[in-house]
């Protein structure tokens, strides 16, 4: 693995030959974080998001992680959501279910997933009121700055075209400044209807791991980066800025191509 400081504001490069070694190295990063948390906090409130992030977290049901984490202080968020039903093909809850959740002894009831009988509006809001919830006892820490819930770890993945969770270039959530979770009914990804984290929550979070595999990625990244080409600013990759945690990249050989 190459680790590079070359990009230090935009956080840590982990640059892997392999997705074995990329997915190694992933397991061994979330294993340490919920570690520390558990040790800190008691508890480890991780989210996740869909696409090929939940294969590439595939080693952590695999020994020795399957039996050192503490699974147990494990809570469970989604930092996007498809608005369909949970046993839908197109579910981010059904995918980490499938890969990861059914996989290892987490409390069914430390699993927060979306209402999916309800509109993407009513969905975002009814998320957002139960992570108030918890950031009132502390299961979700708060950021003193911001005052948004304080994730110990949000993992993203990217789009080729440079959208983290389900915050699009050039949409209008992506200036959402109030909202902790907002909704889209045109995503330009299928399925249209989304629930999303915004940029105040993802940017308070202790720590944001982006997961980002092959070649279609490797302009976006170089933009969001290297902060090159057009329009670089808001493209949502390179506004994952957390401002006071801990930004790393995880990529692979072709991603990394062009930066
Ligand atoms: C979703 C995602 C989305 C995803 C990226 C990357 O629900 O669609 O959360 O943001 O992480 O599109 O997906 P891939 O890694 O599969 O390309």
């Known amino acids: 693995m190459d680790v590079s400081g070359a990009h230090k504001d935009r956080g840590?490069?982990?640059?892997?030959?392999?997705?074995?070694?990329?997915?190694?190295?992933?397991?061994?990063?979330?294993?340490?974080?919920?570690?520390?948390?558990?040790?800190?906090?008691?508890?480890?409130?991780?989210?996740?998001?869909?696409?090929?992030?939940?294969r590439l977290m595939g080693k952590l049901c695999e020994a020795p992680y399957n039996k050192t984490v503490d699974w147990a202080k494990w809570y469970i968020f989604w930092a996007?959501?498809?608005?369909?039903?949970?046993?839908?093909?197109?579910?981010?809850?059904?995918?980490?279910?499938?890969?990861?959740?059914?996989?290892?002894?987490?409390?069914?009831?430390?699993v927060h997933s979306i209402n999916d009988s309800v509109s993407a509006e009513k969905a975002a809001e009814d998320y957002e009121f139960a992570i108030r919830q918890l950031v009132r006892t502390r299961i979700v820490s708060v950021s003193e700055i911001s005052d948004c819930p304080k994730f110990d770890l949000i993992l993203l993945g990217m789009g080729s075209d440079g959208h983290v969770a389900s915050l699009f270039p050039d949409h209008s959530v992506l200036d959402e400044k109030d909202e902790w979770v907002t909704f889209i009914t045109d995503s330009p990804k299928p399925p249209p209807e989304r629930i999303t984290f915004t940029f105040p929550v993802i940017n308070s979070a202790s720590n944001v791991a982006v997961v980002v595999t092959g070649s279609s990625k490797a302009e976006a990244l170089r933009s969001a980066i290297n902060n090159v080409g057009p329009e670089c600013s808001s493209l949502p990759a390179r506004m994952v800025q957390p401002t006071k945690g801990k930004l790393v990249w995880f990529l692979d050989r072709p991603a990394a191509s062009k930066l």
């Open 12 to 54: 840590e490069l982990r640059i892997h030959e392999n997705s074995d070694e990329l997915s190694t190295d992933l397991a061994d990063y979330i294993a340490e974080l919920s570690e520390v948390s558990v040790k800190e906090r008691g508890v480890f409130a991780i989210a996740l998001s869909g696409g090929s992030l939940i």
């Open 80 to 110: 996007d959501e498809r608005v369909v039903a949970r046993n839908h093909s197109d579910s981010n809850y059904k995918l980490a279910k499938e890969g990861l959740l059914s996989k290892v002894p987490i409390v069914p009831s430390h």
